[in-house]
């Protein structure tokens, strides 16, 4: 047995009271800030990894193929110069991308125990662009490499609205 719908208040429809709701939820979702709703930067991605420290370049070699016909698996290598010992070793290698719907590739944690610094996987990549790789060191330095990547066929491309 069905109940009998509640009557709408006399002068108002219930397609006016969806009227308001959803404008409503526009004026609320207008109001976000811009900022909130974009991809960030390379920069800003880099600065939430090293806590805004500087970053410097060299002793980290970012291998990866300078043409890649395919951008659903690129292979990435990343070694850093580390002797690897409790005193002094590699804390973390983060990877980063310029136009990938999200700046941050992988963040991968070692240790002195690991022997050596040196990782390796295969990402995707939505186009052409630069990958960065940042080490952080036990002492609290940042070091880097980059590499600039061209890709024949792009991958994740329909995230990048």
């Not at 050596?116 to 036990?138: K, N």
């Amino acid at each position: 047995m069905k109940e009998p719908a509640t009557p709408a208040p006399a002068g108002h429809t219930l397609l006016e009271r969806r009227a308001v709701l959803a404008g409503g939820v526009g004026i609320i979702v207008l109001a976000l800030p811009l900022r909130a709703l974009a991809r960030p930067s390379l920069r800003e991605a880099v600065a939430g990894f090293t806590g805004g420290a500087s970053v410097s370049a060299g002793r980290v070699k970012l291998t990866v193929p300078p043409l890649v016909e395919n951008g659903n698996a690129v292979g990435v290598t990343v070694e850093v110069e580390s002797p690897m010992t409790e005193a002094s070793h590699v804390r973390r290698i983060g990877l980063f991308n310029e136009k990938n719907p999200q700046a941050d590739i992988a963040v991968f944690q070692l240790g002195a125990r690991n022997g050596r610094a040196r990782i390796a996987t295969r990402i995707r990549l939505a186009t052409s662009q630069t990958i960065l790789a940042v080490a952080e060191l036990s002492d609290g330095t940042y070091w880097s490499s980059e590499a600039n990547v061209i890709v024949t066929l792009a991958a994740c491309i329909e995230d990048l609205t």
